[in-house]
């Protein structure tokens, strides 16, 4: 289970098409050949699909209504026409207008492959099961805000996102004046049975620009800001959901060394575990995948792979898992039916008692009440700059990395409160402003945007190690990879399983960006400052040092356990203040900062102190380089880029 809610996938004319038609649009089902989409749809007992966007009154359409097969076929099969371009061709031709250009009438512009993108969007895991398990008010309250927060993301996107590439090689961009077009589709369930509410948003790549011509979305941008929305839609959701229901969120760690998730109170872990039968045959498929990367070996016996598993690694190998586990999908059935068999099932299987079950909203509220008393909402710049410095490869981020980060870190504090509209760009605003150095030296246009400067942190950046190739780790005696080129793998102990065995791997990141984010604070000597009636962190300018040891620590030597560190001139932290950070902090993402760390932490800090104030100014100086010739304004925004400045999925091409 991640974090992350929103998933993308391009849409292509053709086999893609075909596919979204014959299954997606029906509920994860399989729709009978030659059936009528409406009745399909009403077989299923799903919803018919829906217009939405600000884009649809160009096409004749208003928000609300019913999606039809024809308007499908002709936007999204038929590369990109107009819903309505069966009846344009006919009126043309019926006025005497020649086969071709009635033909070209109902076209939006030049005909493309990637007719749309589609983002399916869904709760975290506490909220859909209060949706499947709770009364009928519960679920039309839930189902209300995940209607809204999904028009707030699509908005979002209109207006911050999606961009328009046109001219040769699409040197010129422009934001889509009249909004998108997306169509959304409802379903109730997983392909396991269990209960899963989420939407395809299935979103057109048209959009037309203010000379009135159609032009293509660029994909790459939707791409790029996909954990942005994600962020965005499940801190709308909860917030929404909590305050209307009288709930709280609360972190939860799911894989140790990763980001928390935050799920509602009160809700047991068990009910989570009860849905999530594919997380553990993936999980489990899994460990056999691991145990095969870290042991292939090439044709002359030397290791094909890296001896330790990467995070990116890991990432590929949980796609193949899930393809690998992923079962057939299976016959849809009313919504009725499946919330009984789920309350029914949820009893039965799920280890959790059938009086909380069938009062968990009650046992919700208890929990928020608690939280609501005990937790005060206090925002953070610094642990925002902070975790993206350190959770992005060398320090070197984009706004987009800061804004996610922003909205990641509002869920968490505000704990299903609501926000003031805005506050995720003030924080962006000053995180850039304060914590970080415009590092960009753009050699076309499209480096000026705000979307696309290059930033890194105020912190010492010479001091970042090179962790391309992540250290060989120590022999283990129960995972024996081949010791000479030419020896064959050693094969699996008898009698033990993948996951018994030792798999190396790279530690992951957001654990070393808590404790930067924790340490920094501290050295910056923050203080509270209010900001639209929130109060959040603002580090005044010092020459703060993020070295080596704080990012990767080394492993201790055992016999150095008992040795103090060494005596010398030092600025020291504020053990005591640090000490207290830990006894403050309520939540999981607290690290345990034992007495051994809080050493290491000052004797990091002492060592890399005089580099930083050295490497500052270098820095520094780059923010005021000259910007390059604009060569066009037509109205909006329009910028010249080079033609390989980007690479990606790409619509119109």
């Not at 409406?38 to 699909?49: I, L, N, S, T, Y």
């Not at 935050?262 to 009860?274: D, F, Y």
Request: with cysteine; glycine share 8%.
């Amino acid at each position: 289970m991640v974090c992350v809610t929103v998933d993308i996938r391009v849409v292509r004319a053709g086999q893609m098409y075909r596919y979204f038609m014959r299954e997606t649009v029906v509920g994860d089902g399989r729709r009978p050949a030659r059936m009528p989409l409406r009745e399909a749809q009403e077989q299923a007992g799903v919803p018919v699909g829906r217009w939405m966007g600000r884009g649809l009154a160009v096409l004749g359409l208003a928000p609300g209504e019913e999606v039809t097969e024809a308007q499908l076929r002709n936007l999204f099969g038929e590369r990109g026409r107009h819903p309505y371009a069966d009846r344009i061709e006919a009126d043309r031709l019926a006025k005497g207008a020649s086969p071709k250009k009635a033909f070209k009438a109902g076209a939006l512009g030049r005909r493309v492959m990637v007719t749309g993108v589609d983002f399916v969007l869904r709760p975290q895991p506490t909220i859909y099961l209060l949706w499947a398990l709770g009364d009928e008010e519960t679920r039309l309250v839930i189902e209300a805000a995940h209607e809204r927060a999904i028009v707030r993301v699509l908005e979002w996107i209109e207006d911050e996102v999606a961009v328009i590439r046109y001219g040769k090689d699409g040197i010129y961009r422009v934001r889509p004046p009249g909004g998108l077009v997306a169509a959304r589709f409802r379903h109730y369930e997983a392909r396991s049975g269990m209960p899963l509410l989420h939407d395809h948003l299935l979103l057109s790549v048209k959009g037309q620009r203010l000379d009135g011509k159609w032009g293509s979305i660029h994909t790459l941008a939707l791409h790029e800001n996909t954990v942005a929305a994600s962020a965005l839609y499940n801190e709308l959701v909860a917030a929404e959901v909590c305050e209307t229901l009288g709930l709280a969120t609360e972190p939860r760690t799911v894989t140790p060394g990763r980001r928390p998730v935050m799920e509602i109170a009160g809700v047991p872990h068990e009910l989570i575990r009860w849905t999530s039968r594919r997380s553990d045959q993936i999980a489990a498929c899994m460990e056999d995948l691991e145990h095969e990367y870290v042991t292939a070996v090439k044709d002359d016996g030397t290791l094909k792979f890296l001896p330790v598993v990467s995070e990116r690694a890991r990432a590929k190998l949980n796609q193949i898992a899930a393809r690998k586990t992923r079962p057939p999908k299976q016959k849809t059935r009313p919504l009725a039916q499946l919330r009984v068999w789920w309350k029914t099932s949820a009893i039965l299987t799920s280890g959790v008692a059938a009086d909380i079950i069938t009062s968990l909203l009650e046992y919700a509220r208890v929990a928020a009440a608690a939280i609501r008393a005990r937790v005060a909402a206090v925002l953070d710049v610094v642990d925002v700059a902070a975790t993206v410095f350190v959770m992005n490869g060398g320090g070197r981020f984009h706004r987009r990395h800061l804004l996610a980060e922003a909205r990641r870190h509002l869920a968490l504090v505000l704990r299903g409160r609501r926000r003031d509209p805005g506050l995720d760009e003030e924080i962006v605003a000053a995180a850039t402003s304060t914590h970080c150095l415009d590092i960009s030296e753009p050699t076309t246009m499209i480096g000026l945007l705000s979307d696309y400067r290059l930033y890194t942190a105020r912190w010492a950046l010479s001091d970042l190690p090179d962790r391309r190739r992540p250290p060989t780790p120590a022999p283990d005696p129960d995972r024996e990879p081949p010791a000479d080129p030419g020896e064959p793998a050693a094969p699996r102990p008898p009698g033990q399983d993948a996951g018994e065995w030792e798999i190396p791997r790279i530690p992951l990141k957001y654990g070393r960006a808590v404790l930067a984010g924790a340490a920094v604070r501290e050295k910056l000597r923050t203080t509270a400052t209010a900001v639209r009636g929130r109060a959040y962190d603002v580090a005044r300018h010092q020459q703060a040092a993020m070295p080596e040891q704080l990012h990767a620590p080394a492993a201790a030597d055992p016999e150095d356990d008992d040795q103090e560190p060494e005596p010398g001139p030092r600025e020291a932290i504020d053990m005591k203040a640090l000490r207290a950070l830990r006894e403050s902090r309520t939540d999981v993402e607290a690290l345990g900062l034992t007495a051994d760390r809080l050493r290491h932490l000052q004797a990091a800090f002492t060592k890399a102190a005089v580099q930083a104030r050295n490497r500052m100014d270098r820095y520094a100086d780059r923010e005021d380089a000259t910007a390059p010739r604009r060569v066009r304004e037509d109205g909006q925004r329009a910028h010249r880029s080079h033609p390989e400045s980007h690479r990606g999925p790409e619509a119109g091409r």
